[in-house]
């Protein structure tokens, strides 16, 4: 059975810094595409950064510069550190890793941005 637990998410202020880890189980971590996605009431869920196999990362425009995706597959982790945040920047975030038809989702985890 997969699981994807995430945690790190929290209230902080705008310029402040959180750590989202998701910790997978179920899969052989190592041989999945990793995504961070993120969902504000009322907006659709949307792509965030990905970290591939071999380690190359993508983002979302508005997040360039300011967050950094990576991976241990030594602890079946994944993490998104997020710098500079912005209110907008207000969500939650998931993990996901997908395998064909199947879809894999953590819980999420919620994250405010607010002064």
């Known amino acids: 059975q997969v699981q994807l637990v995430e945690s790190g998410g929290g209230s902080v202020q705008p310029g402040e810094s959180l750590r989202l880890s998701c910790v997978a189980s179920?899969?052989?971590?190592?041989?999945?595409?990793m995504n961070w996605y993120r969902q504000a009431p009322g907006n659709e869920r949307e792509l965030v950064a990905t970290i591939t196999t071999r380690f190359s990362v993508n983002y979302r425009e508005s997040v360039k510069g300011r967050f950094t995706v990576s991976r241990d597959n030594a602890k079946n982790t994944v993490y998104l550190q997020m710098d500079s945040l912005k209110p907008e920047d207000t969500a939650i975030y998931y993990c996901n890793c997908n395998e064909g038809w199947n879809h894999y989702w953590g819980q999420g985890t919620q994250v405010t941005v607010s002064s």
């Open positions: 179920g899969i052989i971590f190592s041989r999945y595409v």
